[in-house]
């Protein structure tokens, strides 16, 4: 059971992660902050 | 109109919003590709090719990389290896050096990888190119497999697949057993979306194009591996998912890179509106309801989650519905303000290991 929540927890973690670096992708090309190499 | 009204507008179309992005787009997906599949027919042809690598900085992977395509399987008589280093300051040009006769290497100032891809284009000399990092490596059967489906010639571009170590689960890296999850499920989009059609784009590990459909890229280009495959799709060729032909790859070990990681990414699906707004026009389009439903959905997903927690809350005492969706969402941060414990105690153990 423990290690199905922190599968869940895990998995949880990486979508808000992911949904934020939407935003943060966004806000970094309007600034026109270099993200690319 | 009354606010709560507004409100609960709001909250039913951001529901339907990651509703739609998350159950139905892959449930229509699933349908679609079972009832009306698009075959490709695939042959063990074995046409020249180049491949094409830009590094900056990758020597020390370099050396692994260029073994590990001449270790191919793919006749090396048929077999260009293009290396463009974009502004080394390592010694990557020692190790191009050594190559030299089983390489062409182009020495590049400071650009940027699409320029650095499209100083490769020029002195590639045959008609399938070929695209892949430094940091990959090959199964010895990728390129045969690779390029298979180019003998059906509605097929203008082809991508392999990239299997990351952390797919297969377990161990102490939150970040990638999340990253692993998710790539499986962005992998079974692809393959669904290829099998009505095109991908929305390829894995920049390792995928071809019809040299004949290049357009070179403009030098801002974030996401070469979407916006040339895109231009691809938008000449009326197909881009298909092949999962035989297969790379491979380490994830990203820190949340805090990958985070970086996704940052580009996203920013460069962006930016891809920018550079071919095309891809939203419907007519023009041949994948436009995938794109819309898989790129841009994507996209607008952060903001109708924010938008959903924002009026579940405020509607939380007006009715159950929205108190239960509240307590959800509550629950669901809660799980993963826990997954960021578990990723920095994991960080920790592995720190007092090494």
Known sequence: MSAIIQRLARVSFTFVMMNVAAVSGLVSLSLGRRVWR | ????????????????????????????????????????????????????????????????????????????????????????????????????????????????????????????????????????????????????????????????????????????????????????????????ESLIGSTLGSTGAIHALRRELWQPLPPETILDDVLAPMQVVLSGARVVFEGSARAYDRVAPEAAAEFQRKTRTLAGNYQILRLQPRLLLPFVNPVWLQFISHKLGRLLVPYALFLLFICSAALSARHPIYAVAFAGQVAFYGLAAYGAVLDRRGRAIEADIT
């Not at chain 2, 449930?27 to 074995?46: E, I, M, N, Q």
């Not at chain 2, 008589?77 to 030299?100: C, H, N, R, W």
């Not at chain 2, 102490?172 to 057993?177: H, L, P, R, V």
């Open chain 2, 1 to 192: 109109m009354d606010t709560v009204v507004l409100i609960e507008a709001f909250f039913w179309t951001a529901l339907a919003v990651t509703l739609y992005v998350y159950v139905g787009y892959p449930t229509l997906l699933a349908a679609w590709a079972r009832l009306a599949p698009k075959p490709v027919h695939r042959s063990p042809v074995t046409p020249p090719i180049s491949i094409i690598i830009a590094a900056r900085n990758e020597a020390a992977s370099l050396q692994a990389r260029i073994e590990n395509l001449l270790a191919s399987d793919y006749p090396s008589e048929l077999m260009q290896i293009i290396v463009v280093s974009d502004g080394s300051t390592d010694p990557t040009a020692d190790i191009l050096a050594f190559y030299k006769g089983q390489v062409d290497s182009v020495l590049l100032p400071p650009g940027g990888k699409a320029c650095a891809l499209n100083a490769g284009v020029e002195v590639a000399t045959h008609d399938v190119l070929v695209f892949t990092d430094a940091r990959q490596s090959f199964a010895p059967d990728a390129l045969r497999a690779l390029v298979a489906p180019l003998a059906d010639p509605h097929v203008g571009g082809v991508s392999g697949e990239l299997l990351l170590d952390c797919e297969s689960g377990g161990g102490t890296s939150t970040i990638g057993e999340g990253v692993g999850a998710y790539w499986k499920y962005e992998k079974w989009l692809r393959k669904q």
